[in-house]
């Protein structure tokens, strides 16, 4: 709730007040203070003074982006009943092996790569091997999976993830908010509400105000320009895991855990080595202009959802 400020201004002179009780038709007391006409003044200049402070709102230079505000979350097939336990249970069935058979931990999340493109992927977690998973929620079945053994993480940093200073993204991403706000008002025909969409505050820079996990086994190596420029690499030596979108529009806890990105950091500390650094802070996204991830994340081309006829 916002605090609301007023001027100091000259007391009040309540000696002269008068306290009246009385009693209505129905025999209930009632408490009548009148004021003279100088608390009067002071009463309306203090309300106009709360007026004034609600109205001014500070222009903002850097917006947090609400997640994924303007989804249909019944559109991911993840949605479905019974869906995501189903996919875990047929991924431990054909990828585990009897050595490390016993699941530490499963989850549904997101996997944001190299390029800050975001898609949809089932993580298990074991004592030896941490699998992420790329799973077909269509037609049931494993297109691609990775596995990294735990022995080779030696960093796990869990925090805010951001954009480097110079990074056009949050910009582009303000003008998309404010493009599909203005929109949103057209198709709603909410003219009244026109103005609002049109503020300059709509087209603000975005942040992706997402917390996430980075699991690093490049022992603090920088990734050779090969890999870093090359959309096509493969093998990047960290993964990092944000929430599902599914995770902001369940109710209880338990309906939440299996797509909280908190719940995996809080568990592969458990299994990790003794030796692997850990820390909390932020995770860079190195996305410097980001059209095509925009345009990929906005509309959710990594996720498995129904697109009208089209679906994938």
């Known amino acids: 709730m916002d605090e609301t400020y007023f001027d100091e201004g000259p007391a009040g002179n309540f000696e002269t007040a008068t306290l009246e009780i009385s009693k209505d038709l129905d025999g209930n007391e009632q408490n009548n203070s009148t004021p003279v006409s100088g608390d009067v003044n002071v009463a309306r200049k203090n309300t106009e003074n709360q007026g004034n402070s609600v109205n001014q709102v500070p222009a903002s230079r850097d917006v947090s982006t609400i997640p994924f505000k303007h989804i249909d979350f019944h559109s991911f097939f993840t949605d479905r009943n019974e869906v995501v336990e189903k996919a875990l249970k047929d991924c431990q069935e054909s990828l585990i092996n009897e050595e490390e058979k016993d699941i530490v931990g499963s989850w549904l999340l997101t996997e944001i790569s190299l390029w800050d493109t975001e898609k949809e992927r089932l993580v298990l977690l074991t004592w030896k091997a941490i699998y992420s998973v790329k799973y077909d929620f269509i037609s049931l079945k494993i297109l691609e999976y990775n596995r990294i053994p735990l022995s080779q993480i030696d960093t796990v940093v869990f925090g805010e993830l951001i954009y480097p200073p110079s990074s056009l993204a949050p910009r582009l991403s303000g003008l998309a908010e404010g493009v599909s706000s203005i929109f949103h008002c057209a198709v709603r025909q909410d003219w009244s509400s026109l103005t609002s969409c049109t503020g300059l505050a709509q087209f603000e820079p975005r942040k992706r105000s997402i917390s996430g996990v980075r699991l690093m086994w490049n022992k603090g190596d920088p990734l050779p320009l090969g890999k ?80 009208g006829k089209i679906s994938f």
């Open 228 to 307: 870093k420029w090359n959309p096509f690499a493969k093998d990047i030596p960290w993964l990092t895991y944000s929430n599902h979108p599914l995770f902001w529009y369940k109710g209880s806890d338990i309906e939440k855990a299996k797509f909280d990105v908190e719940g995996l950091h809080a568990t592969i500390l458990n299994v990790l080595p003794v030796e692997c650094n850990i820390r909390t802070g932020s995770i860079i996204i190195e996305n410097y202009f980001g059209l095509g991830a925009l345009v990929h994340n906005r509309n959710g081309l990594g996720f498995f959802k129904i697109r």
